[in-house]
């Protein structure tokens, strides 16, 4: 579901005066609430809640919140597009860069199938990988990240 999909829904509710819509598909859960603060006309506007549903056992509450990430001065090498990714070439060669390679900006760290292209992304960034967030062939979103570099 994208962004214009969401407009639409949030559209509909507008114009049927529905003050909660929620669907679940998969692992993909949106819950729409339209109220809270009154802005411009009158309007309530429509309240966005997005939060991926984990694979567990029904009526048990969530587990305990996690604690806030310790502040890091390493880099993120995010995904630039939606698809799904490789570490190395092909299946016969080595990852493109393991914990420890030292990369520069131009430096390829993996492949990024989509639409049957293949897209080779970049460090963008000068130091050495600290940590492979991705497992290979795992399908990725736009912004996600997938390794993690310690800046030189």
Do not use: C, W
């Amino acid at each position: 579901m994208d962004l214009k999909d969401i407009k639409a829904i949030i559209d509909l509710m507008k114009k049927n005066s529905i003050s909660e819509f929620e669907l679940e598909k998969q692992d993909f859960k949106i819950k729409l609430k339209r109220g809270g603060f009154t802005p411009v006309a009158g309007e309530e506007p429509a309240q966005i809640i997005y939060a991926p549903v984990h694979g567990g056992p029904a009526g048990l509450p969530p587990g305990p919140a996690a604690a806030p990430a310790p502040v890091s001065n390493e880099i993120e090498i995010k995904s630039p597009m939606i698809g799904t990714f490789y570490r190395a070439p092909s299946p016969e060669s080595a990852p493109y860069v393991d914990i420890g390679s030292e990369v520069g900006p131009e430096t390829v760290v993996s492949i990024i199938e989509a639409m049957k292209v293949m897209n080779e992304i970049k460090s963008e960034v000068r130091g050495v990988i600290t940590q492979v967030l991705i497992e290979n062939g795992k399908p990725v979103e736009f912004g996600q990240p997938l390794f993690k570099v310690r800046p030189l």
